[in-house]
């Protein structure tokens, strides 16, 4: 079942001579439960598209499909409803708010949304973050692997379409990193989430199902490890 269509999409910035393809009429899809890394030399388009793909920024041309919604026909209001019901997104920076606890930012999504986190979800989350004696902890008493999970369980409360993480590790030492890679496959496997992760690293990339590479905003080759 394809759960992401991605159709001759193009992100152009400046005009005339001076423009330039961030993302060039890049058209892919992936299928429910997949675990794709997308990688690529600084600059090519990946973080752009991933954006893209997870309705924080608008194309100049082209369409994207989550589960069969066409999230670009959606008003901003909707589409910022859609994102936050059926796209997990996970930072390099975290994106924590300092002022609520672990199990606050996790339940946020829900919150938002108006809805209820049952205990035994919560609970569970807490479990496979393996940060359950942390649940009442601020942001800023936590390492930068920890704050990383709380982001991840933050991107997997409300059971999104797809989960778009972007340079997870980046701002991790090779030990936190592996943890959290670890981890995003883990909910790949246990929760049967569909994961696509932005990475230069292409030790990352090789604990992916597939991985795409892009140069100068383009899809330059998609293959399967």
Request: proline share 3%; glycine share 8%; net charge neutral.
């Amino acid at each position: 079942m394809t759960v992401l269509k991605v159709e001759n999409l193009t992100k152009t910035y400046g005009k005339g001579a001076t423009a330039i393809n961030a993302v060039d009429n890049v058209s892919f899809s992936v299928d429910k439960g997949e675990f794709v890394a997308i990688v690529g030399p600084s600059g090519c388009g990946k973080s752009t598209l991933l954006h893209l793909i997870g309705g924080v920024d608008r194309p100049t041309s082209g369409k994207v499909f989550i589960e069969d919604e066409d999230i670009y026909k959606l008003s901003d209001d909707n589409l910022a409803i859609f994102r936050r019901r059926q796209v997990g997104i996970v930072y390099q920076f975290y994106n924590l708010i300092p002022i609520l606890n672990v199990e606050e930012n996790i339940c946020l999504p829900c919150d938002l949304d108006g809805t209820t986190v049952g205990t035994k979800k919560i609970d569970d989350m807490l479990e496979v973050l393996a940060l359950k004696n942390r649940r009442q902890h601020l942001p800023n008493q936590l390492s930068g692997g920890q704050q990383q999970r709380v982001s991840i369980g933050r991107a997997l409360i409300n059971n999104p379409a797809i989960i778009l993480a972007d340079e997870p590790t980046g701002n991790l030492d090779s030990k936190a990193s592996r943890e959290i890679m670890d981890l995003l496959r883990l909910s790949n496997k246990k929760y049967k989430q569909t994961v696509i992760v932005i990475t230069h690293d292409l030790n990352i990339a090789l604990k992916a199902d597939r991985v795409i590479t892009m140069a100068d905003g383009k899809l330059i080759k998609d293959e399967r490890n």
